[in-house]
């Protein structure tokens, strides 16, 4: 089983900056993608941005330009710098990080428990 620690959420006023991280532990071989989602209330969970273990990038339409994903491959650890923060970037911002177990097995997929960012106007 693999455990996902998430930080760094919280209450932020629109322009403003908040940077999250997302620490993975436990029975890793190996860990192929990691990144993060967001729902906000009502709407359907949507992808934000996601970083391979070769270092590529992908963003969401609404987030490019303002949000940066990073990781830190010895510690396992993905990081959402989000600047020029929005009120419609109000969500829960869940981590998500697909792994491979042992070197036979398939990757499989775990996801954070989530935490809160509030964007006030």
């Known amino acids: 089983q693999v455990q996902l620690v998430e930080s760094g959420g919280g209450l932020v006023q629109a322009g403003g900056s908040l940077r999250l991280s997302c620490a993975a532990s436990?029975?890793?071989?190996?860990?192929?993608?990691m990144g993060w989602y967001r729902q906000a209330p009502g709407k359907q969970r949507e992808l934000v941005a996601t970083i391979t273990s070769g270092g590529w990038k992908n963003y969401a339409d609404s987030v490019k330009g303002r949000f940066t994903v990073s990781r830190d491959g010895a510690k396992n650890t993905v990081y959402l710098q989000m600047n020029s923060l929005k009120p419609e970037d109000t969500a829960v911002y869940h981590c998500v990080v697909d792994y491979k177990r042992t070197v036979v097995t398939d990757m499989a997929r775990s996801w954070g428990q989530g935490t809160q960012v509030t964007v006030s106007s």
């Open positions: 436990g029975s890793i071989f190996s860990i192929n993608v």
